[in-house]
């Protein structure tokens, strides 16, 4: 056979089946709906539901009928779903799920699987539940139902093995199969086996990924269970399969020393040699995988404490200023542009090792260099609280200036007739008599109008009322800058404005909107050119 994958196919395809004959049954019915359960994952959970009880019964070797099942499906529905069902809906509803989902209306369910060895499709019959008679009181005829072998096996599937589990108990099953000589079954195992060892890599690697981008959204969880998980893998499954592979290769060894000296091997004969031979392979990337494993665990011990203890550091590092003590002293001492080198050396001598974060292309980008604003001419240390409250009080002005500009947007929209109001119309507004008073609270400095337009037009409609339900279920500190959304509520409600909708578009009408002398860094008066922009408000 070409694909040694494939050879058993059929077997896998009667595990898939057993799913999707149960949903072909369920999804298509409409009396689902006559009890409230309209989507299928609901109608999902209360099949499975139903068939822990049957598994949980027949367990027990107890008896489980119609009435049973109503009974268990009426608390059910009184406890969890809370639907609006009567006792007799409850039995109802049971009795359409026994005989009609799971049993197929008395009806044989097959499911084909194609046969790769065979080259045909193979029909395999799949049965949920079966039934017995059993008497009541001891004259009373009931049907008893109990699950069969592909119920069982259909409900434990759907229960995941403990990750640290896994590898113990498919080692378990191939060194089984292994004793038995069942070679082709072991094939599996060994790969399975591999599969979750590479798995297990990948965790880490991943792990690695994510300390490297920013080691604080990676949790002190997280990394303890990839450590246990690695502990769990590499604490013994090295020598273990050291041992299976010594194994493997003296077996071939008997099988190829008789083809060589006894006899020629017979078919079932020549098919085991090539299944160890599969499984040797397996066996040494297996081993291969567990030393990378065992390396990259130390490598992620590494990486996570000296990505925490860089953080820790950033509290030490001593900032200083370009300007004062660097410019300034070369231009005192020019002659120290030769010794250079020194100061710029440290800045070079780390290697690189962050990698980039795509989050960062999609977060909204704003200048780093603070516009506008007179630096300091001494260094001021943090604790300064002297500088700390001129700082404060230079961001309160400048976000008074933003609001400014957004109340004097809002007010004009709401005075004009329609609830609108463009540029234009106030460009040619503050020509007449309204000039002076409306230009600066608009127009404070070129970095803030820009920044207030860019934003509305990022906004196009803004919902107020979707704001205020953000701003209740959304618990956050403050930015300390400009943020429209903030703004907004805060303007609203200081001010009593009846405003339900902000809505902000471009005017293709290809107009040039200036405004001459408009505040810019060091008190210089600029001029600003911009599209035409109209701004309605929805009261």
């Not at 690695?230 to 090295?238: A, M, Q, R, V």
Request: charged share 30%; net charge negative; proline share 1%.
């Amino acid at each position: 056979m070409q694909y040694e994958f494939l050879k058993h196919f059929p077997r896998r395809m009667k595990h898939v089946g057993a799913y999707a004959l149960l949903f072909a049954n369920s999804s298509q019915k409409t009396i689902w709906k006559q009890y409230g359960f309209l989507k299928l994952d609901e109608q999902v959970n209360v099949i499975f539901a139903l068939l822990l009880y049957l598994m949980e019964q027949s367990l027990k070797e107890e008896n489980c009928t119609i009435d049973d099942i109503g009974a268990y499906m009426d608390s059910l529905n009184m406890r969890y779903f809370g639907r609006n069902m009567s006792y007799e809906d409850c039995k109802n509803l049971g009795d359409f799920i026994i005989n009609v989902v799971l049993s197929n209306e008395g009806k044989a369910m097959y499911f084909d699987g194609y046969d790769f060895e065979e080259r045909a499709y193979r029909t395999m019959n799949i049965s949920y539940v079966a039934n017995r008679i059993v008497y009541v009181d001891a004259e009373v005829r009931r049907t008893s139902y109990y699950l069969t072998e592909d119920g069982y096996n259909l409900l434990l599937s759907t229960l995941e093995i403990e990750n640290n589990m896994k590898i113990t108990i498919h080692e378990m099953i191939f060194r089984m199969h292994l004793e038995k000589q069942s070679y082709d079954r072991a094939v599996d195992d060994i790969k399975n086996v591999f599969n979750l060892l590479r798995i297990q890599l990948q965790k880490i690697e991943e792990a690695m990924g994510r300390i490297r981008r920013n080691a604080l959204s990676y949790s002190v969880a997280d990394y303890e269970s990839v450590l246990e998980a690695n502990l769990d893998t590499i604490s013994d499954t090295k020598q273990k399969f050291l041992g299976y592979r010594e194994l493997v290769k003296a077996r071939a060894r008997e099988l190829e020393e008789m083809n060589l000296n006894v006899r020629r091997l017979d078919e079932k004969e020549e098919e085991k040699l090539r299944n160890l031979s599969v499984i040797e392979s397996y066996l040494n990337r297996t081993i291969d995988e567990h030393q990378k494993i065992l390396s990259s665990h130390f490598d992620l011990k590494a990486l996570y404490t000296k990505e925490l203890e860089q953080l820790s550091q950033m509290s030490f590092i001593r900032r200083f200023s370009l300007r004062s003590d660097l410019y300034e002293k070369i231009l005192e001492r020019p002659e120290g542009l030769e010794r250079m080198e020194i100061f710029l050396r440290p800045l070079f001598g780390n290697e690189p090792d962050k990698i980039y974060n795509l989050k960062k292309s999609t977060e909204l980008q704003r200048p780093l260099r603070k516009k506008g604003e007179d630096e300091a001419g001494a260094v001021m240390e943090f604790g300064d609280e002297r500088w700390m409250e001129e700082e404060e009080r230079r961001r309160r002005q400048k976000l008074a200036q933003y609001e400014d500009c957004v109340l004097f947007l809002l007010r004009r929209a709401l005075e004009a007739k329609a609830g609108e109001v463009s540029l234009e119309e106030i460009r040619r507004a503050m020509d007449g008599e309204e000039g002076g008073e409306s230009f600066s609270a608009l127009l404070p400095s070129v970095q803030i109008f820009k920044e207030v337009m860019v934003e509305l037009l990022r906004g196009r409609e803004i919902d107020v009322e979707v704001l205020r339900e953000e701003r209740r279920n959304f618990i956050g500190e403050s930015s300390g800058g400009f943020q429209l959304n903030e703004t907004l509520l805060n303007l609203i409600d200081a001010h009593g404005l009846p405003v339900r909708k902000v809505t902000v578009y471009r005017i293709e009408d290809g107009k040039v909107i200036s405004f001459e002398n408009v505040p810019y860094e060091g008190g210089v008066g600029k001029n600003i050119c911009c599209s035409n922009v109209l701004l309605r408000v929805t009261v």
